[in-house]
């Protein structure tokens, strides 16, 4: 995938926050928490011919920490610690199968939810929604990474 | 091309990252530092998204309106519903029968301390982030007054038909309204002899109370009525709050409980912020 401009991924980042904000008052009835905006960020990063930079996901965390209104440095210290693993996993990850990336994600993801949760809504964390949300995760990455085969033109990858 | 691991330098550069983001998170959780900038922020998104919407959708609708030579009813009509809004509200604080009200002597005491013509400020919802109040601890929505007022209405108490909503927190032109069921908040309640700080849950709609039974020995039952207390000088006494639910033991003494708010704030777009002197 074509590197994107830090330009393009900040806006990408606000429609991603914004479909989350959309999509999680439907989710949460089924106990699911999407983090949309993150499971965006890991692709990107995850994606990128280069890696990211330390600086670069610390100043996207705080820029997902202010349009999402959640503490500062919250998803800047998230955002760092997923690009690092993802870096630090790059070459592993394409000794992987698909399905071992996508259940990768959905650990990152629950991860991200049960750190995120600890802050923002500690009085109601739920193991159930973690789990529940780790499952729907993985098979949303495995759907999304399966599209491709199938639609082809939605494929942004065209080296994998 | 194969992408390289991290050197020495880079997982250096991510650890002094992690440093300062957890520096940050520890200085806006326990001083609220960037309380500002967030605000500021939020203004800005409500105010763009306000301009966007009356520059590009408005025009159409005001069109639309001409094109069917209804205009000046249909302004009649928002003006009538706009005053009939301020009567159901005004009603509410005034009305002798109202539900709301356990007592007579309770509201002849509030109308002479808030003085009836300046009693409220009509206002409207301008932005409520429903994701957080379903998901999340803090229930915060956004309003700004009907008729534009030079005052500062931070820490004044809201109202909507049903009763207490919450209180401004923040004014900076658009106010910021903290619900009753946000976690952080805290509502001095009471039912006849027994008194409580409930606190918000972070679930839509709940406050709780914990008592002793040692030093509280009459029981709650569920459905028992709770009133605002008026102890926090911030809301007026004998306002109908809600009912008991959910009584549970903790152990053998103590014992907690959810209320159920009477209000909903996704019921109304028109909310009274009172006075608050």
């Known amino acids: ?160 | 091309m194969a992408r390289v691991a991290p050197t020495t330098g880079s997982k250096i550069l991510y650890l002094l990252c992690l440093i300062i983001g957890s520096l940050l998170l520890y200085i806006d959780i326990n001083y609220k530092s960037f309380e500002g900038v967030k605000n500021n922020y939020k203004s800005a998104l409500i105010t763009s998204s306000y301009l966007a919407k009356s520059l590009t959708i408005d025009p159409f609708v005001y069109i639309y309106e001409l094109s069917k030579l209804k205009s000046t009813l249909i302004d009649e009509n928002k003006k009538l519903r706009r005053e009939l809004d301020e009567s159901y509200l005004s009603n509410f604080i005034i009305s002798r029968e109202t539900k709301f009200f356990s007592d007579s002597s309770s509201i002849e005491k509030l109308l002479d301390f808030y003085n009836l013509d300046k009693v409220f400020h009509l206002s409207e919802i301008k932005y409520f982030d429903t994701e957080k109040y379903f998901c999340c601890d803090q229930h915060r929505l956004f309003i700004q007054s009907v008729t534009p007022s030079k005052k500062n209405f931070t820490g004044s108490p809201v109202f909507n038909s049903s009763g207490i909503v919450g209180q401004v927190i923040y004014d900076t032109g658009i106010k910021e309204v903290m619900l009753l069921s946000d976690s952080t908040h805290s509502l001095p309640v009471f039912s006849d002899d027994y008194f409580c700080n409930a606190s918000g849950t972070g679930s839509p709609g709940l406050i709780s109370c914990s008592y002793s039974s040692l030093i509280w020995p009459k029981p709650i039952f569920e459905g028992q009525k709770f009133f605002s207390s008026g102890m926090g000088g911030i809301y007026p006494r004998n306002v109908y709050v809600g009912a008991a639910k959910n009584i549970k033991k903790i152990d053998d003494v103590n014992i907690k409980f959810d209320i159920v708010l009477a209000t909903n704030p996704l019921k109304e777009n028109n909310l009274a912020i009172l006075e608050n002197q």
């Open chain 1, 1 to 160: 995938m074509k590197n994107l401009s830090l330009f393009k991924i900040f806006i990408l980042l606000f429609i991603s926050n914004f479909f989350e904000s959309l999509l999680a008052p439907f989710f949460i009835i089924l106990n699911i928490i999407v983090p949309v905006t993150f499971l965006f960020f890991s692709f990107i990063a995850y994606n990128s011919r280069t890696n990211f930079n330390a600086i670069t996901s610390f100043v996207l965390g705080i820029y997902v920490d202010l349009i999402s209104d959640s503490f500062f440095g919250l998803n800047a210290i998230l955002f760092s610690l997923s690009s690092f693993v993802i870096n630090s996993y790059s070459n592993t990850f394409k000794l992987f199968s698909y399905l071992q990336i996508c259940i990768f994600f959905g650990i990152t993801s629950t991860f991200y939810i049960g750190f995120l949760n600890l802050f923002i809504n500690v009085q109601n964390f739920s193991y159930p929604v973690l789990f529940v949300s780790f499952i729907f995760n993985t098979f949303l990455c495995l759907i999304l990474s399966m599209s491709k085969f199938y639609i082809p033109n939605l494929s942004l990858n065209k080296r994998v």
